[in-house]
C-alpha cells in the first residue's frame, strides 16, 4: 500500500499523481498566494525588459534596492535582496551558524529544517492555543539566557494566523539586544495585515542592530516564481557577511528590472490589500457561525480552524474536500497542532463561498 505524503500549497502535480485529479481541476487553499494574480505594472515592465535576460544584472541591484526601500520605509543600504525568502533564510543561518536557537511555534518548517543542517539546537517555545497563539514578550524573554545566539518568529505567524505587535516586538529586541541574541522576524505575510504599521519590525531596525527582518513577492504580490525576497538589518557586520557569501547574481535580470514595478504599483497594492481585509473579515465571521469549530482570529491571508467533531480528523477533511478538487492544508506536521488542525489562504470570492459550503458539509 502506498504511504500517504504530506502535501503542501506547491504540490499540485504530486496531488495530481496520487489522486489522479488534473491539477488544473483542483483550487489550492493550501499556498497563502494572493489570488489576484500580478500587478499590472509587473506584467508591463516584464514585457518591456524581456531582453535584460542578455545581460547580467547589476551585481549591487541598487535600482531594485531603492523601489523595496521606498515600498518598506527602508534606507536601501540597509537591503539585501536575494533570491526568494527561502534563499535569505539559508544565507542568514549559514552566516551566523546558530549554536542554540529559539523558535515560536508552531511555525514554518524551514527554520528548523537550516538550523539542523548547520548543526545548531533547538529549543521550542510553545504558543499556547487556549490564548489564541498571543504571544507575550516577557514570557518569551525569561526562557532564554545568554546560552542562545538566535530568536526566530514570523509575524503574522503562518499557520496560526496571530500577529505580534510592533511595542511586543522591541520589548523583545531590547531584552534579547541585552543577552546578545539575534532575532530573526519573517514578515511574509504582514503585507496582508490590516495593521501592518502596528506589527512589522521593519522601522525598529533603526534603532536596534539586533534584527534581521525579511519578506518576499510569492505571496502577497503573487509571484512565486520569480524568485525574489529582501531582507532589511541594520547590522552592518551581518549584512556585509551575508552580501559576501551569497551567490553572486542570486536575483535574475527579470526580477532586478521588471521586480522593482510592482513595489511601485499602488493601485495594485491598495487592491490587493482591501481584498484580504474584506475576505478576511467575511470568511471569520461565517466560520464563527458554524458548529464544531474553533477559528482562531486572523491577522493574515489565511485562517486556522480546530475541528471539534468527536471522530473526524484533519486528514479526513483533507480527503474529502481533495476529491471535490479543493486542496487545504492537513496541519497535522507543524509542532505542536495535533490532528484536528485544518488551514486553509482565500481564493476568490466564488470559490471561498464554495469552501465554505463543504466544510460546513464535513463538520456540522
Known sequence: ???????????????????????????????????????????????????????????????????????????????????????????????????????????????????????????????????DFRLDPDEVLA??????????????????????????????????????????????????????????AIPLTEKYDNLYVLRGVSKFFSAPGLRLGYSVTGNDALRAKISESKDPWSVNALAATAGAAMFRDTTYIERAKDFAKTERARLYSALQALPNLRVYKPSANFILMKILKKDVTSEMVFERAIKDGLMLRDCSSFPGLGNDHIRFCFCLPEQNDRLIAKIREMIS
Not at 89 to 116: D, G, H, Q, V
Open 1 to 131: 500500500m502506498r504511504s500517504k505524503p504530506q502535501f503542501h500549497g506547491s504540490d499540485l502535480e504530486l496531488i495530481e499523481k496520487y489522486y489522479g485529479i488534473p491539477k488544473d481541476k483542483i483550487i489550492s487553499f493550501s499556498s497563502n498566494v494572493n489570488p489576484l494574480g500580478i500587478s499590472p505594472l509587473f506584467r508591463e515592465s516584464l514585457i518591456q525588459n524581456v531582453n535584460a535576460v542578455s545581460a547580467y544584472p547589476d551585481r549591487d541591484y541598487v535600482s531594485l534596492r531603492q523601489a523595496i526601500g521606498a515600498y518598506c520605509g527602508a534606507d536601501c543600504e540597509k537591503i539585501i535582496v536575494g533570491s526568494g525568502a527561502t534563499e535569505l533564510i539559508s544565507s542568514f543561518i549559514k552566516s551566523l551558524l546558530p549554536r542554540k536557537a529559539m523558535l515560536i511555534n508552531p511555525t514554518y518548517s524551514e527554520y528548523s529544517r537550516e538550523i539542523l543542517l548547520n548543526g545548531g539546537e533547538i529549543v521550542s517555545f510553545a504558543l499556547d492555543p487556549e490564548k
Open 143 to 200: 526562557q532564554l539566557d545568554e546560552s542562545f545566539d538566535l530568536l526566530i518568529l514570523c509575524n503574522p505567524n503562518n499557520p496560526t494566523g496571530s500577529a505580534v505587535r510592533q511595542e511586543s516586538l522591541s520589548r523583545l529586541a531590547e531584552g534579547c539586544l541585552e543577552k546578545n541574541i539575534l532575532i530573526m522576524i519573517d514578515e511574509t505575510y504582514a503585507e496582508f495585515a490590516e495593521d501592518l504599521d502596528r506589527i512589522t
